[in-house]
């Protein structure tokens, strides 16, 4: 298991006028790795690197670096963020850029031999040429190169690239990803955002898109192209609500299409037409209208693209874990994993054995099944079975996990072609197509 550096837990920021930045946002950074955030000017990029450097303070949720709470001046120590704007400063060389780390001011050496050390901690890099230049006559792209190099040699912790690269020819992305690599391997964690990820994302681990202020979907790297960005992707990461009032069963959640849907209920929903995911975009609307979680989203690929590699279920599951899961010891990592692992167990019917391996091990349904009670810990109250596609042997696993689910006052939309897909007998049974619902009494 990587070493936890910085994590961030249900950031809420709102400015000035009013409207929200943040919108309870959740992400974990380890030790040189590199993740990507991909959004549309506005979505909330620029507001989650100033609050993970330390440059503004979150109204809520907490920010941990080495699993321990922290504050702004210390974040602002450890970290950097590098903008657009951000430049070497002028009247120096770029040697003289290098000296100002922190690892040269214990000790004085001649200049010669600063020169040559510079040197050779940019060769690494292929900027050794540079060591002369002015910053003045070097374009901005190089100079956030040089910057990253500088953050690894003065020990930071932490890099937010807050869309440098956005205007950038292929050339300059790709040699930028260059040196994101190079310092990641150096140990220095790397946080790159921008409105498209298809330039960098070999040098990247993890992607995740964010709309007003939410991260709406965890990428896979090859997912992360222009296509990634279209805003009718919700689902696979819904927002933690920290405080979130339990309706009673029976109660309405939220309203779509002139429909009302109720709190414990199972809605089916027969796809005529193949339009079904125009409705999905409706119902995503009309929860962040009554100010509800966005809804998960499961469709029959949802659980290739939306584990990390490298860490078992347990740690995959953490990084949606919120703070109502383990009460005010919820930083306790192995306390955290013994309440995930009960709980799991309970709604999913896994056994301790498999919630130790990795999900590639699992069936298709035991991972859709994970997957709800995933969303379950962010506090989403609308499930959305978008065609899941399970095996006649992995549904009795996937309908134990919806019933836990219809068991905590949640609604669970099933949207499918036919009614022998379906788990159980629905409260409603809807029809779309051409855009609207009818409904039948079952």
């Given at each position: 298991m990587e070493h936890e550096v910085l994590r961030a837990c249900g950031l809420v920021y709102c400015d000035d006028a009013g409207q929200p930045r943040l919108d309870h946002v959740d992400i974990l950074l380890t030790a040189g790795?590199?993740?990507?955030?991909?959004?549309?000017?506005?979505?909330?990029?620029?507001?989650?690197?100033?609050?993970?450097?330390?440059?503004?303070?979150?109204?809520g949720g907490c920010i941990l670096l080495d699993e321990q709470p922290t504050d702004a001046q210390t974040l602002q120590r450890v970290s950097l963020r590098i903008d657009r704007e951000s430049r070497l400063l002028k009247g120096l060389s770029v040697a003289e850029n290098?000296?100002?780390?922190?690892?040269?001011?214990?000790?004085?050496?001649?200049?010669?031999?600063?020169?040559?050390?510079?040197?050779?901690?940019l060769a690494p890099y292929g900027l050794e040429r540079y060591l002369d230049a002015s910053p003045a006559e070097l374009p901005p792209p190089l100079q956030h190169r040089l910057l990253l190099v500088r953050a690894a040699l003065q020990g930071k912790r932490f890099v937010a690239l807050d869309g440098a690269a956005d205007g950038c020819t292929v050339e300059e992305c790709i040699a930028?990803?260059?040196?994101?690599?190079?310092?990641?391997?150096?140990?220095?964690?790397?946080?790159?955002?921008?409105?498209?990820?298809?330039?960098?994302l070999y040098s990247l681990q993890r992607c995740a898109a964010i709309e007003r202020g939410r991260v709406v979907k965890l990428l896979h790297p090859l997912d992360g192209a222009r296509a990634a960005m279209r805003p009718y992707l919700y689902g696979y990461c819904a927002p933690v609500r920290l405080s979130l009032a339990q309706d009673a069963a029976g109660a309405p959640l939220v309203t779509a299409c002139a429909r009302q849907f109720y709190a414990g209920s199972y809605v089916a929903i027969l796809d005529h037409d193949g339009t079904a995911h125009d409705f999905v975009r409706a119902l995503s609307h009309a929860c962040a209208k009554e100010k509800l979680p966005a809804p998960a989203v499961l469709g029959a690929d949802a659980a290739a693209h939306s584990w990390v590699t490298g860490m078992d279920i347990l740690d995959n599951l953490l990084l949606a874990v919120s703070t109502r899961i383990a009460g005010p010891f919820w930083h306790i990592r192995a306390r955290m994993r013994r309440l995930v692992r009960q709980e799991c167990a309970a709604h999913t019917g896994l056994r301790d054995a498999q919630l130790s391996g990795t999900p590639d091990r699992l069936t298709h349904g035991e991972q859709l099944s994970l997957l709800l009670y995933r969303a379950s810990l962010r506090g989403t109250r609308v499930y959305v079975l978008e065609h899941p596609s399970a095996d006649r042997?992995?549904?009795?696993?996937?309908?134990?996990?919806?019933?836990?689910?219809?068991?905590?006052?949640?609604?669970?939309?099933?949207?499918?072609?036919?009614?022998?897909?379906?788990f159980d007998n629905p409260a409603s049974l809807l029809y779309w197509e051409g855009g609207t619902l009818r409904e039948d009494t079952v």
């Open positions: 790795s590199g993740f990507g955030i991909v959004g549309t000017a506005g979505a909330g990029k620029h507001s989650l690197c100033q609050a993970l450097c330390g440059e503004i303070v979150p109204q290098l000296l100002l780390a922190q690892s040269f001011r214990r000790f004085w050496y001649p200049a010669r031999r600063l020169r040559r050390l510079c040197g050779e901690l930028l990803a260059d040196t994101i690599a190079r310092v990641r391997a150096r140990g220095l964690t790397v946080l790159y955002t921008a409105a498209y990820m298809d330039k960098v042997a992995d549904r009795a696993v996937f309908a134990q996990a919806t019933q836990s689910l219809l068991a905590d006052g949640c609604c669970v939309v099933h949207i499918t072609s036919g009614a022998e897909e379906l």
